[in-house]
Nanobody, 122 residues
Framework: QVQLVESGGGSVQAGGSLKLSCVGS???????MAWFRQAPGKEREGVAS???????RLSDSVKDRFTISQDSAKNTLYLQMSSLKPEDTAVYYC?????????????????WGQGTQVTVSS
């Protein structure tokens, strides 16, 4: 059973930065992995994805502000978030699956973490 555990969420003022981490009970270098977010009353949205070839996809809403990376030695996925805006407020989820390419569609992913809250105040 694959387990994903997110951390690093919190409250920050607009313009600030946060770095989320996702530790997995898997070899992150052999999976495609992604960050999603879900704000109250909204659908889950794909934010960033990376696959085993290192290909990356970022949503248009974050591509100039967020960076996705992974440390294979630590089986950890990261999301560096900068220039945060109030509209970035959401629960952020880590997701993973095998045999896939970087993708921002939620149905691609089989394994999900419990989420970490990010709150950005104006």
């Amino acid at each position: 059973q694959v387990q994903l555990v997110e951390s690093g969420g919190g409250s920050v003022q607009a313009g600030g930065s946060l770095k989320l981490s996702c530790v997995g009970s898997l070899y992150t270098s052999t999976y495609c992995m992604a960050w999603f977010r879900q704000a109250p009353g909204k659908e889950r949205e794909g934010v960033a994805s990376i696959d085993s070839d290192g290909d990356i996809r970022l949503s248009d809403s974050v591509k100039d502000r967020f960076t996705i990376s992974q440390d294979s030695a630590k089986n950890t996925l990261y999301l560096q978030m900068s220039s945060l805006k109030p509209e970035d407020t959401a629960v952020y989820y880590c997701a993973a699956n095998r045999h896939c390419v970087a993708d921002l569609r939620s149905f691609v992913y089989m394994y999900w973490g419990q989420g970490t809250q990010v709150t950005v105040s104006s």
